[in-house]
C-alpha cells in the first residue's frame, strides 16, 4: 500500500479546471518529484494534498486513510508536512520560535526537544542564529528554516514547494544534499521543483504535469534521458 494515493483528483478554481483528474502515488521511503512548467498545478497539487484547497473530485489517502473530510492542521498531526513555496516563515518571531510553531500539534515535551536538537545539527546555521529575527535570514537561510519547521512536526512525507527558488546555485546545491539526507533518515519526499534537473538528480521517480494533467511518469534517471523532458524542462535539444 502506498503511502500516499491520489486517484482522479480535481481542483478548480470557480470555473477553472486547474487540474484535471489526476493519479499518483508515493511510497514509503521515496522522493518522488513533480515537475512542470509555470501554470502546470503543481502547487495546487501540494496544496489540495495538505488541505489547504479543497478538492472537487477523486481521492486522496494517507496511509490507507481516506483525506476527503480532514481539515488541513490535522493532516499536519497525521505526519503530512508541507514546507511552501517562497519561504513562509514568520518574518516578526526568531529562528527559535518558527521552529517550535513547526510542533505546535505535539505534546511530549521531551521529543520535541530532542527533535529540535536534531534540527540544529542538521541546519548549524539555524542553531547559530536561533535568537535572530527571521525576517533578517538570508534566503537560503529561510529556507533552511522553512524546511526546519516542517522537521518540527515530525513528518511522515515532507512536501516541498520549489525548494530551490530564488537561490544561488551554491545554495541550491547544498538544498539539495540537505532534502536527500532528511529523505535518508527516513522522511518520505514529495518534491514540486522548476529545476527539473535538480530534482530529477535526487529523485526516485518523476510525474511531469502540464495544464492539470499528468502527460509522462516513470523512473526518474529515465525521465532524465527522455528527449521530450530534456528539450522542454531541462534546456537541452
Known amino acids: 500500500m502506498a503511502l500516499l494515493e491520489i486517484k482522479d483528483m480535481e481542483v478548480s478554481y470557480g470555473f477553472i ?9 508515493v511510497e514509503k521511503g521515496e522522493i518522488i518529484a513533480l515537475i512542470g512548467a509555470n501554470g502546470a498545478g503543481k502547487t495546487t497539487t501540494l496544496h489540495a494534498l495538505s488541505g489547504i484547497i479543497p478538492i472537487a473530485g477523486g481521492s486522496i489517502s ?10 488541513a492542521h490535522e493532516r499536519v498531526a497525521m505526519g503530512i508536512a508541507q514546507v511552501p513555496e517562497g519561504r513562509r ?24 526537544a530532542a527533535d529540535l536538537e536534531n534540527v540544529f545539527e542538521r541546519f548549524p546555521r539555524l542553531k547559530e542564529r536561533r535568537n535572530q529575527i527571521a525576517g533578517t535570514l538570508s534566503g537560503g537561510e529561510q ?6 519547521r516542517a522537521l518540527m512536526s515530525k513528518p511522515a512525507i515532507m512536501l516541498l514547494d520549489e525548494p530551490s527558488m530564488g537561490l544561488s546555485p551554491i545554495l541550491v ?12 533518515s527516513g522522511t518520505t519526499v514529495l518534491l514540486v521543483e522548476q529545476n527539473a534537473k535538480k530534482a530529477l538528480s535526487i529523485a ?31 534546456g537541452e535539444s
Not at 62 to 71: N, Q, R, S, T
Open 89 to 112: 516563515v514568520f518574518q516578526q518571531l526568531t529562528v527559535y520560535k518558527n521552529l517550535m510553531l513547526g510542533a505546535y500539534a505535539r505534546k511530549n515535551q521531551d521529543e520535541i
Open 204 to 234: 526516485d521517480r518523476a510525474y511531469v504535469l502540464e495544464t492539470g494533467s499528468i502527460i509522462l511518469s516513470g523512473k526518474a534517471n529515465a525521465l532524465m534521458n527522455d528527449d521530450s523532458v530534456r528539450k522542454a524542462y531541462l
Open 17 to 25: 479546471r486547474a487540474i484535471k483528474g489526476i493519479s499518483f502515488s
Open 62 to 71: 494517507f496511509d490507507g486513510k481516506d483525506l476527503a473530510k480532514v481539515p
Open 173 to 184: 546545491s547544498e538544498i539539495f544534499d540537505i532534502i536527500k539526507k532528511i529523505n535518508e
Open 143 to 148: 529556507q533552511m528554516l522553512a524546511m526546519g
